[in-house]
């Protein structure tokens, strides 16, 4: 059974900026939430996936350096923090981030040991609860700005919650994720062991990876800006360059926009708010 998106990593310098940007696009996102790994986020959560917005913490001393066999999640994001801001990372789920971490390792993509992390969280009354999740991380030394791994929540009961995932603009899930990189071709092998799956579509430059409810694009920058408009990495840099996100009513979240000052444009079916925009990454919104 094919994977699905398990949550989107964007990483921003200051967190409150983009959390009052979240919510003039209509999102409700959550509280702010410190770890002891030297990052901070808030999450907007959908009905299958959510999206974190996470920044550098005040604690930078806790943030451990990569090793051969520890990928530090904390350094990951300082140091695409230091190049650019917007979306650094895509997580699949996993049923058992063990067993997919042993099978990265089969495959070559990957030889980092699964990591277990636990945090406090809240439920939307304000009560505190205990949040856990195990890692297993992926990487492509040709796409050193892109972070590839899979989550398998310990504690799914107590973080999906219903009342997280109303939104005043009717967001109900990811329609699909679009990476950008000159020769797409290249990520063949690395995606096909990543996803666990098969590109369903392909041209002469793109490939598209069905997931369980979204799809995940590999197209060359020029294709991607025809997606999105302008993408804010460099033209020979492989990054991810938008997502899609599906609302219940597309003409509100329009007049919404509109009302908000914040520009997009219509690029086939979608309303595209574009990266220069929305800290790094193009954000489109779709009909179901």
Known sequence: MARRIDHLVVAVHDLDRATDFYRRLGFRPGVRNIHPWGTENRLVQMRSAFIELIAIGKDVASIRPHTMRFFSFGAFVRGFLDRREGLAMLVLDSDDAKADAARFEREGIGSFTPLYLQRKGSTPDGNEIDVAFTLAFAHTFEAPLAGFFVCQHQTPEQFWNPLFQRHPN???????????????????????????????????????????????????????????????????????????????????????????????????????????????????????
């Open 170 to 288: 009717g967001a109900t899930g990811l329609a699909a994720v679009t990476f950008a990189a000159a020769e797409p071709e290249r990520f063949r092998r690395f995606l096909l062991a990543f996803t666990d799956g098969d590109p369903t579509h392909q041209t002469r430059d793109n490939l598209t990876f069905r997931l369980s409810d979204s799809d995940l694009a590999v197209v060359t920058p020029h294709d991607a800006a025809a997606l999105y408009g302008p993408v804010e990495a460099e033209p020979d840099e492989p990054s991810f360059a938008g997502y899609s996100v599906v609302v219940e009513d597309l003409p509100a979240q329009a007049r919404r926009l509109d009302a908000e000052g914040i520009p997009f444009r219509e690029i086939g079916s979608r309303m595209v708010v574009p990266a220069s925009a929305a800290f790094g990454v193009a954000i489109a919104f779709e009909a179901p």
